[in-house]
């Protein structure tokens, strides 16, 4: 399962004993709690002790400064506000990762790719994050019939399948896509090239029944967080993210963000997703 490749700066007071700690972001093997098995995106206390089985592997990120520890057993930890103890045994391989602002590829030198040197321009349609599989493209403020061209991320010369024009919706009818692979699509005006003024690229995702899953357990989990809780929202914003299921990360960053008003990390996390979306001209 892939690791979470968002994270956001948390700054989070001491932990009591039996306060959520950390989360598990990547698990490969048998790792334990109690003699239960520990499952990705659970979230864990302070003071639980958690058996790593020879082999297994196990990422957290600690929600104190949002650092991130990666481990392969056979060995027995101590999740504790901050860091991961050793309790017991040597693990055959340990790494942590410094927390990071909430990062998203740039933009470099490739039209396709995320970044935020594009901004919205008056008269571009609004999209929508496409849905279903094949997926359904929708947008609106239109003011004339658009064709829709999807292709792989990374490879802008490879059309995978270019639409008929259509007014506001139009469902994908090319090759069957990948699931959990990011693919790019563009409205273009019929007629026009591509060398003249477009709405930017997008990006999406059809998602696995596993990614589903992830994205559900998560929801399901983070829903118990306090109303108050801005680092259970941090966290769902990174799940979304992941899954480029891009307005509901947003949504979440700014529900932590009106909570942490000061924290830059975060406010830097919802600029980049306002980028993305072609929205930077609203305030985070």
């Known amino acids: 399962m892939r690791v979470l490749l968002l994270l956001a700066l948390l700054v989070l007071p001491g932990a009591a004993k039996g306060e959520r700690v950390a989360m598990v972001t990547d698990l490969i093997g048998s790792v334990r709690r109690d003699g239960q098995l520990v499952k990705t995106l659970q979230v864990l206390p302070a003071g639980v002790e958690l058996d790593v089985a020879p082999s297994a592997r196990i990422s ?12 392969t057993g056979p060995c027995r930890i101590q999740v504790l506000d901050g860091e991961g103890r050793l309790v017991s045994g040597e693990p055959a391989q340990k790494s942590v990762r410094a927390s990071t602002a909430m990062r998203l590829p740039s933009r470099g030198q490739q ?3 995320m970044g935020g040197t594009v901004q919205r ?11 279903g599989n094949p997926p359904e493209f929708v947008w609106t403020d239109g003011d004339h019939p658009w064709v829709v061209i999807v292709t792989p991320r990374g490879q802008p010369s490879e059309q995978l399948w270019r639409s008929p024009p259509a ?32 709405p930017p690229l997008r990006r999406f995702m059809l998602l696995s029944p596993e ?3 992830q994205v559900q357990a998560a929801e399901s989990e983070l829903a118990e967080a306090a109303p108050d809780d801005a680092s259970a929202r941090t966290l769902m914003m990174e799940v979304y993210a ?17 909570l942490r008003p000061q924290d830059a990390g975060l406010r830097e996390a ?15």
């Open 60 to 71: 957290l990120i600690f929600f104190q400064d949002s650092h991130m520890e990666t481990l």
């Open 270 to 284: 919802v600029t980049r997703l306002l980028m993305e979306l072609n929205r930077a001209d609203e305030s985070p």
């Open 211 to 213: 990614s589903l899953a």
């Open 111 to 113: 039209p396709e790719t």
């Open 167 to 198: 007014d506001g919706k139009v469902r994908y009818a090319g090759p069957e896509l990948d699931l959990d692979r990011v693919y790019t699509f563009e409205l273009q005006v019929p007629g026009t090239s591509s060398d003249e003024p477009q």
């Open 121 to 131: 321009s008056n008269g571009y349609p609004k999209l929508k994050r496409p849905q």
């Open 242 to 258: 992941e899954h480029w299921m891009l307005e509901e990360a947003l949504e979440a960053g700014r529900a932590a963000l009106a």
